[in-house]
């Protein structure tokens, strides 16, 4: 089953503008990563951000994490046309009971980046 | 160095019949694990392998089994293929058990 929902579904935005989108969660977790999907191939890891993190960074993308709300965004910003792709949350399980490469994914946002 | 690879990329299959999807993980890694991605959907827990043995596995019935081999390699086989195992096969890699993963292209699935 999914971990959650990813909102919005789609969003069509054009270049250089940001595009946000945002995963809610269902159990509580250690970490939560952001992939990304090209047409249907494989997932490409954007970033991780633990649960002791509330936000983080890396080059055009900002991941935020919010625990009491069980929800995460990621910002893309100055977006580009080579940003069109589908982009997914996913939560790790419990390293403590060694589950945590077990990764459960949500919905997914299709982001589309005109020129 | 070489990521995840996967083969073959595309496969069509019969209903009732058996199929055998391959995965040689990055290197230097030594867990295998493999989701199931149905169109427009995110990927979903397949199970996971290391050390030669499934180590988790997720809400999927018998029919889907899986090997690792020595060299950390990996196989994922489903029998009696039902119309709703057409779907996007993936396969990650990782070090242990740390979360993020590397994933394989996929195998794209078609039964009729």
């Known amino acids: 089953s999914q971990q959650g929902e990813e909102d919005p579904q789609a969003l069509s935005i054009q270049e250089g503008e940001n595009a946000t989108m945002n995963c809610s969660y269902k159990?509580?977790?250690?970490?939560l990563q952001w992939y990304r999907q090209n047409s249907g191939r494989g997932l490409v890891h954007l970033i991780l951000?633990?649960?002791?993190?509330r936000e983080k960074h890396s080059g055009r993308l900002r991941v935020t994490l919010d625990t009491s709300k069980k929800s995460s965004s990621l910002l893309i910003t100055a977006s580009r046309a080579a940003d069109t792709a589908s982009y997914f949350c996913?939560?790790?399980?419990?390293?403590?009971?060694?589950?945590?490469?077990?990764?459960?994914f949500g919905t997914g946002t299709r982001l589309q980046v005109t020129l | 160095d070489a990521g995840v690879t996967q083969s073959p990329t595309h496969l069509i299959k019969t209903r009732g019949q058996q199929v055998t999807l391959r995965c040689s993980p990055k290197?230097?890694?030594?867990?295998v694990s493999w989701y199931q991605q149905a169109l427009g959907q995110g990927p979903q827990f397949i199970f996971q392998?290391?050390?030669?043995?499934?180590?988790q596995r997720g809400n999927f019935p018998d029919r889907f089994s899986g090997h690792q081999f020595p060299n950390y390699s990996s196989e994922l086989n489903v029998n009696a293929l039902l119309l709703g195992d057409s779907a996007l096969y993936l396969c990650?890699?990782?070090?242990?058990?740390?979360?993020?993963?590397?994933f394989g292209s996929g195998t794209r699935l078609t039964v009729v």
């Open positions: 290197s230097g890694h030594d867990t």
């Open positions: 392998y290391y050390e030669e043995e499934e180590r």
């Open positions: 951000i633990r649960s002791n993190e």
């Open positions: 159990t509580s977790i250690n970490n």
């Open positions: 996913a939560t790790g399980g419990n390293p403590y009971t060694g589950t945590a490469s077990k990764l459960t």
């Open positions: 990650a890699s990782s070090l242990g058990d740390r979360p993020a993963s590397t």
